[in-house]
């Protein structure tokens, strides 16, 4: 029989555990699932030493400092916007953000061996199964000639879950945290899965994520390369397989298909937009507002839009130079400290920190990943996961 959770978990591991079940799945049930860690962490800290080591995880964190510069710079920008009454949705996100991430360290320090990886493997594994079901079983919506696997999500925000569970599946079955060999064939039914759930969200910025985590993951782990190699042909295969199945035999003049050209014309405003507001952008959430002022006509009959499918020019029209450099800042910190816990460590979760900060980088070129807060909670748990210090391996069996 396999074990999901320890029976002697902690509220704390619970509903941690909790949450990573159900981010794959639902926002609204994540986020109860985040109110109930938050008030396991109140009564945690009601003791004097648990309540000094969160204060501690938190002042000791370089990512949660840059995340409140980030939410810092919003908030001035949405101060010298047009209306903060249209920015007020998107300081939320930024506050729904730094507290998603102030959860998962604060948890993380005082239950460092918390049972995520089969938390995370039941989640992605039911998402898998659903999207699937839903490409071989239900008729097509007319965009493609097999349904796009979405699970609860939009296809895009599916295809970027399932690639940060593959790439999580990978690091386990070259890392894993138990010998039992029942644990490692799950392991690989689950990654399995998850892959052709992506390879069935035709989601091509989600399967070239993976193909540059993939090579992440080689940087850390010579002996992956030829997994790597592997994770990259299929990639790529999928991503013109995908092409074909929603734009058929289009000629090689048209192979960047409408809604690439869509994105050229988006980003074209966006970075106008910059151009006249350089400092602090046009205001949090005001691209919608403005996009009509840059662009006139409507693009495939849609006008306004209210993202500029790049998540920084976007960030640029809206935040301007103060705005961009905090999200470099904040990226760059994600980026070394998991770079740092990939090298010093042999697990699989700080493997996995490290291709995911690589794969949601590249995801951003052509989304606004980082804004869509089911995503970016859920890539933040998975950092958290990685970068934790932990006293070992731990005994999770998935």
């Excluded at 938390?119 to 079983?137: D, E, N, R, T, Y």
Aim: hydrophobic letters at 50%; aromatic letters at 10%.
């Amino acid at each position: 029989m396999i074990r999901l959770l320890p029976k002697d978990a902690s509220a704390v591991s619970l509903t941690l555990a909790a949450a990573a079940i159900l981010l794959p799945l639902s926002l609204g049930a994540s986020n109860l699932a985040l109110g109930a860690l938050s008030l396991a962490l109140l009564w945690r800290m009601r003791r004097t030493e648990q309540r000094k080591a969160v204060f501690g995880s938190w002042r000791g964190e370089p990512a949660w400092s840059a995340l409140i510069l980030y939410a810092a710079a919003g908030s001035l920008a949405s101060s010298l916007g047009s209306d903060m009454g249209v920015s007020a949705h998107d300081c939320i996100k930024d506050l729904h953000r730094l507290w998603s991430l102030s959860l998962f360290v604060a948890a993380l320090t005082l239950e460092p061996e918390a049972p995520l990886w089969p938390a995370f493997a039941s989640g992605f594994a039911l998402a898998a199964a659903v999207g699937i079901a839903q490409s071989a079983f239900l008729p097509s919506d007319g965009t493609s000639t097999i349904l796009r696997a979405h699970a609860y999500v939009h296809p895009v925000t599916y295809g970027e879950q399932m690639a940060f569970a593959a790439l999580g599946g990978l690091c386990w079955l070259r890392r894993p945290s138990t010998p039992d060999t029942r644990a490692w064939r799950w392991a690989m039914v689950v990654t399995i899965l998850c892959a052709a759930a992506l390879a069935l969200s035709q989601t091509r910025a989600a399967l070239l994520a993976i193909c540059l985590g993939s090579i992440a993951v080689a940087i850390l782990e010579p002996r992956l390369r030829r997994w790597a190699a592997a994770a990259i042909a299929l990639g790529s295969l999928s991503a013109i397989a995908g092409h074909l199945n929603r734009y058929g035999t289009e000629s090689a003049a048209t192979f960047i298909p409408r809604e690439q050209q869509t994105r050229l014309a988006l980003w074209h405003g966006a970075w106008r937009m910059f151009r006249d507001h350089p400092w602090t952008g046009v205001g949090p959430g005001h691209f919608r507002t403005q996009f009509t002022s840059y662009f006139s006509g409507t693009i495939e009959n849609q006008s306004p839009w209210g993202t500029a499918h790049n998540l920084y020019l976007h960030q640029a029209a809206e935040r301007g130079l103060v705005g961009v450099a905090a999200l470099a800042g904040l990226f760059a910190v994600l980026l070394w400290r998991s770079w740092r816990a990939g090298r010093a460590r042999s697990d699989a979760a700080s493997l996995w920190a490290f291709a995911a900060v690589t794969a949601f980088l590249i995801m951003n070129i052509t989304e606004t990943a980082f804004q869509n807060e089911q995503l970016a909670t859920l890539f933040l748990l998975v950092w958290a996961f990685g970068t934790a210090r932990r006293s070992g391996k731990g005994a999770e069996i998935l």
